[in-house]
């Protein structure tokens, strides 16, 4: 099974994950959800975006 292409977010896209990832850091199944659906995305993709910002904030905030 071939990979996917890397997903390229859009600006609008990305100021609105940035912005739902200063209001939490975590979301539940429904803001995932509804998130994905307002963004034209996959639910995944939101999945995997915030846990990679999570990983990225982590080792900007140590400790």
Do not use: D, H, M
């Amino acid at each position: 099974k071939p990979r996917r292409a890397r997903t390229a977010f859009t600006y609008e896209q990305l100021v609105a994950l940035e912005n739902k990832f200063k209001q939490t850091r975590y979301l539940s199944v429904c803001e995932r959800l509804n998130l994905a659906l307002s963004l034209n995305l996959t639910e995944t993709q939101v999945k995997i975006w915030f846990q990679n910002r999570r990983t990225k904030w982590k080792k900007q905030n140590p400790g």
